[in-house]
């Protein structure tokens, strides 16, 4: 699975900035799809995640950080996912990436947020000036 992620730029603090993510070479739908982020100097961290289905039954998680101000969402017909960023602080500044984990039997989406992605896309810069 390809995963190519765009949609980053500069953006004031308070401003708004969407980022997507396309995929490619596999089933998508047997992907929960996750969004992750890293800034200078720190560790990369969970943003969101969104479960193999999406839309009204999919089930979102989200860092608290950002919970109530990120908004993750997918489009299965046109193997996408979305991460819309609002009310951004100039720490969401981070190389943003998207990543997948294969559906395993039994598996829970409470536990996809924590375990190992199988695919990596490359990174979509997001600077938040204060």
């Known amino acids: 699975v390809q995963l190519q992620a765009s949609g980053g730029g500069l953006v004031q603090a308070g401003g708004s900035l969407g980022l997507s993510c396309e995929a490619s070479g596999g089933t998508f739908i047997s992907y929960a799809m996750t969004w992750f982020r890293q800034a200078p100097g720190k560790e990369r961290e969970f943003v969101a995640a969104i479960s193999w289905t999406g839309g009204p039954g999919g089930v979102t998680y989200y860092a608290d950080s950002v919970k109530g101000r990120f908004a993750i969402s997918r489009d299965n017909a046109k193997n996408t996912v979305s991460l819309q960023m609002n009310s951004l602080k100039p720490e969401d500044t981070a190389v943003y990436y998207c990543?997948?984990?294969?559906?395993?039997?039994?598996?829970?989406?409470?536990?996809?947020?924590?375990?190992?992605?199988?695919?990596w896309g490359k990174g979509t810069q997001v600077t938040v000036s204060s």
């Open positions: 990543a997948a984990r294969q559906k395993r039997v039994g598996e829970k989406m409470v536990e996809v947020v924590t375990a190992p992605m199988d695919y």
